[in-house]
């Protein structure tokens, strides 16, 4: 019986040890030898490496496999650049690829990231990928990657790389300048993930295992590389952005030319190993690419994305307080638009600004920002003073507390700004919740805006909570938002606002058959007024059934029920001139939604998503999708569209609302590429052409020339003309 009992005892300590996953790691050796990033592997050097990163675990389809197509990375390091040596087993050399254009996202196309947590703290990176082609990208990491919109490939890097593609495999070389990273000095160990794509076995796999239930990049999940000696003082260059921009355009509603040449220059600074300095002067805030229309059948504001540069580095210190939908107490897509006399949304010049983010320690972060509009009189804009101070403080292991202080003001008294205009000031307080597993991750914020005359009251609050498991997803979040709440440098999507959501998946993974995992969701959102006794204004209570399949298609199926109730006047076709919907009603309507989306993986991909059903008080039936065909690697050749037909009784409107959007892009080589993208929309009444040709003639340095032609199509005729050239040059003193 004693002899039974140790034998048992021995077995289940062997199983607990040897059935826990060790802590991966490995060492990067210093070196003295140089390395041509020419993707051969040809160096001796790499012989001498050691084992590096190997190994490697299958994410997709499975999550508890050994990855059938392996990886094996090797890094290296001196004392200016990081190493990095890869070979990569396929299936065959059929890979798939978008084009050759940097920065290129997409689970349908083969990839190889490298992920590094420089200041070991689980909630930012920094990102460098490579493919087959040898076509590079860099992104940001932050919040810990816990959604898609952590992920930001718009922050750009100088470094080298290229891949050479074998039989059945392809190797890669990089070499990424050590200033292209922030650490802190002397430290001896990052934290490191790589993820590779590889559509020929439809795998996808991670050096550190991930359960499918948390995304890819998500930071939770890391092993460690150990630098053979520590780093030592970072020595980042100065790096100086001038630019020219010549300009010329024709209004032909107002009969205006609006010619223009402007020069200006951004500079980025590095201050120690930590911290960021951007100036700017004379700024073109304007980018050379347009925004996707979008249709807009709500009553709200609709935010779309950042993608200049100034604005770009540790963006999420500035952007990430409140919850990111219904109050962002910063929305950086303020600063350089306006209000003219009509109403109309135009562009604001800019003086210069100036720009501070970055570590203080290694738990606290700082973000400065100032930027200083001009007036304009004609259009009776007054110049303000646009500021920014944010503190994040680290606790525990991978949760934060964070606070900020905003301030809009314009110094100078107007004869056309009202009193309450003055100035706007918001103060706050973040809680960002992360375990160090991620299955709970959440937050909890209070904001106050002052304004003149306004100071009692006008809070936001809110608290979201997640628990996220392979089994379970559940979610809760509660905002209240004061009517009397301002932000003007943010993003407010309405004010007098109680809201309450309760979500509730249960996800099932079959063990053979083309499902690889489906779910079952029960959404209910629920908003009140506080304002009128916290009346019931809104609900959508949502039933949703999900399947994904083995081969990375996916389908759906949704039940909406909804209720509306009008404070104002509302016309959701936005006809001119049309009756609208009565204020002061409510609406009850349902609505069935089916999607698919097919093999991304294929030369020729597409999806759809129709939906039939109630609207306020008559019918609506949409349907909206994309299609995109791949001549690769040189041609990318895409269509999205949307269309909904809303049928209401007399004597309000009805309507058939398109939005067209074809788009051709081609890559003549890594460093020419030229695009067109054509958008048609009947709500918006235009039909626009956007043509840009692009010459990377160094590395970051760009020369555009860009044409834009606007229609209008209700009655068809110009409205808009314009032809832009623009030269930039990244420039290292």
Do not use: C
């Amino acid at each position: 019986m004693t002899k039974a009992f140790f034998s048992f005892t021995f077995l289940f300590t062997f199983l607990v040890i040897f059935g826990q996953e060790k802590q991966k790691s490995f060492t990067v050796k210093f070196i003295s030898e140089n390395i041509i990033a020419d993707g051969i592997l040809d160096e001796s050097i790499w012989e001498m490496a050691g084992n590096g990163a190997d190994e490697f675990w299958e994410y997709f389809p499975l999550d508890s496999i050994q990855a059938r197509k392996q990886s094996q990375i090797k890094i290296l390091y001196d004392d200016k650049n990081l190493y990095v040596g890869i070979k990569a087993y396929s299936s065959g050399k059929n890979y798939a690829t978008p084009s050759l254009r940097r920065d290129f996202r997409g689970s349908g196309s083969d990839s190889f990231s490298l992920v590094f947590d420089t200041f070991n703290d689980g909630t930012n990176a920094f990102l460098f990928g490579i493919n087959p082609y040898g076509v590079r990208r860099e992104a940001l990491i932050a919040n810990g990657g816990t959604s898609q919109s952590d992920f930001n490939l718009a922050w750009d890097m100088k470094w080298k790389g290229d891949a050479k593609i074998y039989d059945d495999y392809f190797t890669a070389e990089m070499i990424i300048p050590l200033t292209s990273f922030k650490f802190e000095e002397g430290v001896t160990k990052w934290r490191f993930n790589s993820y590779r794509i590889e559509t020929q076995s439809n795998e996808r796999s991670t050096w550190t295992r991930i359960p499918q239930n948390q995304l890819i990049y998500n930071l939770a999940f890391m092993g460690d590389m150990v630098f053979e000696k520590p780093l030592g003082k970072s020595r980042t260059p100065l790096a100086l952005i001038p630019y020219v921009n010549s300009f010329v355009a024709n209004d032909f509603e107002s009969s205006d030319n609006l010619n223009d040449f402007k020069v200006g220059a951004d500079a980025k600074i590095s201050i120690g190993n930590s911290l960021n300095l951007d100036l700017t002067l004379n700024p073109d805030f304007s980018t050379v690419e347009v925004d996707n229309f979008i249709t807009n059948l709500t009553r709200f504001e609709i935010a779309l994305p950042e993608r200049r540069q100034f604005f770009i580095d540790n963006n999420d210190l500035f952007a990430s307080f409140g919850d990111g939908f219904d109050v962002s107490p910063f929305f950086s897509r303020r600063i350089g638009i306006a209000s003219d006399t009509s109403g109309n949304t135009i562009e604001n010049n800019l003086i210069g600004g100036v720009r501070l983010s970055g570590k203080l320690t290694k738990d606290l972060r700082i973000g400065v920002l100032n930027i200083q509009t001009a007036e304009d009189l004609e259009n009776e804009i007054a110049s303000n003073n646009n500021t920014m101070i944010a503190l994040q403080q680290r606790v525990f292991s991978r949760s934060n507390v964070g606070v900020f202080f905003i301030n809009r003001e314009s110094f100078k008294d107007y004869d056309f700004l009202e009193s309450e205009d003055e100035y706007n000031r918001v103060l706050g307080l973040d809680y960002n919740l992360a375990s160090k597993d991620n299955t709970w991750n959440g937050k909890f914020f209070t904001h106050k805006s002052f304004q003149p005359g306004d100071n009692d009251g006008n809070m936001a609050t809110g608290a979201t909570m997640r628990y996220n498991t392979r089994i379970f997803n559940v979610f809760a979040k509660a905002v209240f938002i004061d009517e009397d709440f301002r932000s003007d440098l943010g993003f407010v999507r309405r004010t007098d606002l109680f809201k309450t959501i309760f979500s509730v998946e249960r996800v099932f993974w079959p063990k053979k058959g083309i499902v690889q995992n489906h779910s079952f969701q029960f959404f209910p959102n629920i908003r009140w007024s506080p304002s009128l006794d916290f009346q019931n204004t809104d609900y959508d209570l949502q039933g949703r059934y999900e399947m994904q399949f083995n081969n990375q298609s996916q389908a759906g199926f949704e039940f909406t029920n909804s209720y509306t109730f009008l404070f104002n006047d509302f016309d959701p076709t936005g006809t001119d001139g049309a009756i609208p919907l009565p204020k002061n009603k409510g609406y009850h309507y349902n609505n069935l939604e089916f999607g698919y989306q097919s093999d991304q993986r294929k030369l020729f991909s597409y999806d759809v998503q129709s939906s039939v059903g109630r609207f306020f008080n008559g019918n609506r039936f949409s349907v909206e999708g994309g299609m995109t065909m791949r001549f690769q690697p040189k041609a990318f050749i895409s269509l999205m569209f949307n269309y909904d037909q809303i049928d209401l009784p007399a004597p309000f409107s009805s309507a058939n609302i398109w939005l067209i959007s074809p788009n051709i892009d081609i890559t003549f080589s890594k460093s020419i590429f030229w695009s067109t993208l054509i958008q048609y929309s009947n709500q918006r009444d235009n039909l626009g052409f956007n043509s840009r040709l692009q010459w990377r003639f160094a590395p970051l340095s760009d020369l555009f020339l860009v044409y834009n032609d606007n229609y209008s199509v209700d009655v068809f005729a110009p409205r808009f003309r314009s032809i832009n050239l623009k030269l930039s040059y990244w420039l290292n003193i």
